[in-house]
């Protein structure tokens, strides 16, 4: 079964840092591009960042650039969002996806909480 | 990276069709057939619906279409019932390898 789990989600203070992780199983991990989607609470979709199946591409929301960095480890099967200088309004439901123009394939989310 | 132009709802009886519109620009939807929508239940992950403007990935009925002209894509849902009660939402590629969503529509099976 082609699934997708994230995982990292958690309370952190404003200006703190936070690791997310999402496990992939049931396709071959390195063949995707991979992508990070968050949805504010009450709000609507919001693109985050896109990587590429070789982790050579990938880019950024204007809004994320400089504190956010996607990666990518394609021997563990395992997608990274690593969070920095968090703000509040980074507080959101995070969710991955596969896909390279559309996400065919998603996980249930992971939520953060930026708040002190 | 402004958020493509939804309305924010939309309502029809069952078996009626209802159609939402995904307004971007030049530099959005009108320069790329990369028009994606998804449907979300609340609580839950989004789906994806339609993919490339109009095509359906397998397993979504053909209630379920798509369509684009200029800078506005369409999503169609034909012969409505209770269980496409949801949010649905649009995406398109906006070039230098950045992705934008629409603001998002309530669809209401009255």
């Known amino acids: 079964e082609v699934q997708l789990v994230e995982s990292g989600g958690g309370l952190v203070q404003p200006g703190g840092s936070l690791r997310l992780s999402c496990a992939a199983s049931g396709f071959t991990f390195s063949n995707y591009w991979m992508v990070w989607v968050r949805q504010p609470p009450g709000k609507g979709l919001v693109w985050v960042s896109r990587i590429k199946g070789d982790g050579t591409s990938t880019s950024y929301a204007d809004s994320v650039k400089g504190r956010f960095t996607i990666s990518r480890d394609n021997a563990k099967n395992t997608l990274y969002l690593q969070m920095n200088s968090l703000r509040a309004e980074d507080t959101a439901v995070y969710y991955c996806a596969r896909g390279t123009t559309a996400g065919d394939v998603w996980g249930k989310g992971t939520t953060v909480t930026v708040s002190s | 990276q402004s958020a493509l132009t939804q309305p924010p709802s939309a309502s029809e009886s069952p078996g009626q069709s209802v159609t939402i519109s995904c307004t971007g620009s030049?530099?959005?939807?009108?320069?790329?057939?990369?028009v994606s929508w998804y449907q979300q239940h609340p609580g839950k992950a989004p789906k994806l619906m339609i993919y490339?403007?109009?095509e359906r990935p397998s397993g979504v009925p053909d209630r379920f279409s798509g369509s684009k002209s200029g800078n506005t894509a369409s999503l169609t849902v034909s012969g409505l019932q209770a269980e496409d009660e949801a949010d649905y939402y649009c995406?398109?590629?906006?070039?230098?390898?950045?992705?934008?969503f629409g603001t998002g529509t309530k669809v209401t099976v009255l």
């Open positions: 030049s530099s959005d939807v009108g320069n790329y057939n990369y």
């Open positions: 995406y398109s590629y906006a070039g230098s390898n950045k992705f934008v």
């Open positions: 490339d403007v109009n």
